[in-house]
């Protein structure tokens, strides 16, 4: 809907923000009988979670923003009867080095006995394999355990900490900086690394930061789904977003793009929200406003003193090409490698070289990253005649670029930026990237970069953060309230990324918002 027209004057429940947790959040309250309506400021939902044609006349649709799924939980795909699936990588991570003068790499994934040999072929023996093994059956019991917990009320952490059941896991976990157990268990500098990186994605941090927030973004790494898996979303991430907003509709809910909020009044019982479109200003009256984006925005909108942001410290890179490029290390198919996460730069030396030029307001020298494949696992979201001529996708997620360091000169930097990481990907191709590289319609690469800054104009995520804060423990806290969504408004909830168990496509906060509401109506 694109204006005013066809708005009723009131709403049990209005949403403001149609990205994916507010579609949620809509989906669940319009499907127990409540009258919803969603206010969206672009003029399409999806907020992050869409798949966009970035390059001009060409038939590729991309998961722009975010791009793969592990935190969604089933019950909400079977609660909302989504037309939805993910597809499972064959291969968990390839990570390429230069050992002794010669291309070598580790490849997990594939299945044990592969594993194992890749293990022994860069290490020299079993150490490492089997401490990669009892590390992650560790992590894979402590899933199986707090991710059940996500979409319930919140646990205490002497509740959580009872239900992990595991001193050591929780030590290692919730207790001391992450770096303590990846030196302990780990003596190779790249397993040390790769098990790192999931400390480090959106999140700029030491492995041994006394803050532990490191901690908090491994976790949520490690525990979706209750496996730890990142599956690959099929027909991309709008595909999730497309069928939540099918799901809200059908049940009722109205969901009104080119709407935005501009102002929330509250008096504890009922809310007028006005909102701005092309056309002038309106307003509309609930009982209860579910406000699906940023803690910041959300005191913005109330009238309250705005936290400080976190600062976002990620580059994401969109890339087609024409063929994927040959490795160095002619012992791994191209095919294999790229089709699950390939870091580059990412040993643990590395990581905490790069850390420490940001930190000193430089950008790093070898920057890390990590790349994938969607078309690989999922070659729907190419066109046929792309399929046809082995055409593929690649998806580039730069670490510990904090939004500092692009203050000075936004457009400068990230090409800069971009240059010095994609040389480091080179240095482990047997060609050049740049001429694996597709062209659009105008003759232009199909290559597009995204900054912090770039996220915070476009997406409005405050400091271009990612999860809209700092990543939270998943048990209460001072003010975290019985479901993590509630504010110091009794009848406005936070539905979005920043709410406590947000952050990534999970549809939690959504979730959670939607069930404080019905159980405050006793629905």
């Excluded at 992650?136 to 319930?152: N, S």
């Excluded at 790192?196 to 490690?222: E, M, W």
């Amino acid at each position: 809907m694109p204006a005013h027209e066809g708005l009723h004057r009131s709403y049990d429940a209005v949403i403001v923000g149609g990205g994916h947790n507010g579609l949620v959040a809509a989906a669940y309250l319009a499907r127990a009988g409540r009258s919803v309506l969603v206010l969206e400021r672009l003029g399409n939902t999806g907020g992050a979670a869409v798949s966009t044609r970035p390059f001009t006349g060409v038939d590729a649709r991309l998961s722009r923003y975010s791009y793969l799924v592990s935190l969604l939980p089933r019950k909400i795909v079977r609660d909302l009867g989504l037309d939805f699936r993910v597809r499972t990588r064959n291969v968990s991570s390839y990570t390429p080095v230069e050992r002794d003068g010669r291309p070598t790499g580790l490849l997990v994934g594939g299945g044990e006995r592969r594993t194992r040999e890749a293990f022994a072929r860069l290490t020299g023996g079993e150490r490492e394999y089997q401490a990669w093994q009892r590390f992650y059956d560790m992590t894979g019991r402590v899933a199986q355990r707090i991710f059940p917990t996500l979409t319930e009320p919140l646990p205490t952490r002497d509740e959580l900490r009872l239900r992990v059941d595991d001193e050591e896991a929780w030590r290692v976990l919730f207790e001391e900086p992450i770096g303590v157990a990846v030196e302990d268990r780990f003596a190779d500098d790249l397993v040390r690394g790769v098990v790192l990186t999931d400390a480090l994605i959106g999140t700029f941090a030491d492995a041994h930061d006394p803050s532990l927030k490191q901690n908090r973004c491994f976790l949520y790494h490690v525990i979706g789904g209750g496996t730890g898996a990142w599956d690959v979303p099929v027909g991309g991430m709008g595909a999730l977003t497309d069928a939540l907003a099918t799901a809200a509709r059908d049940a009722g809910a109205v969901l009104a793009t080119g709407h935005e909020v501009v102002g929330i009044s509250v008096d504890g019982s009922s809310a007028e929200i006005t909102y701005r479109t092309a056309e002038g200003e309106g307003t509309v009256a609930a009982r209860h406003v579910l406000v699906n984006a940023s803690p910041q925005q959300l005191a913005v909108l109330t009238g309250d003193q705005p936290p400080t942001p976190a600062e976002g410290a990620q580059l994401k890179v969109n890339m087609l090409l024409k063929r994927l490029p040959r490795l160095r290390d002619n012992e791994v198919d191209p095919r294999e490698a790229f089709s699950g996460t390939f870091h580059v730069a990412e040993g643990y030396q590395e990581l905490a070289t790069a850390h420490a030029e940001a930190a000193a307001g430089r950008l790093p020298t070898a920057p890390p990253s990590e790349i994938y494949c969607h078309s690989l696992t999922d070659p729907t979201i190419l066109g046929p005649d792309l399929v046809e001529q082995g055409y593929q996708t690649l998806t580039l997620f730069g670490l510990h670029t904090p939004a500092r360091l692009f203050d000075r000169d936004n457009d400068a930097v990230r090409e800069e930026l971009l240059k010095s990481t994609l040389a480091q990907l080179d240095a482990h191709l047997a060609e050049p990237l740049a001429d694996c590289l597709a062209t659009d319609a105008d003759g232009r690469p199909c290559i597009e970069a995204k900054t912090p800054l770039d996220l915070e104009r476009d997406l409005r995520l405050p400091g271009g953060n990612i999860f809209h804060r700092e990543l939270s423990w998943p048990y209460t806290q001072e003010g975290t309230g019985r479901w993590g969504v509630e504010t110091r408004h009794t009848n406005v909830l936070l539905c979005g990324a920043g709410a406590v168990r947000g952050g990534g496509v999970s549809g939690v906060p959504g979730h959670n918002a939607a069930m404080a509401v019905l159980e405050e109506l006793g629905a």
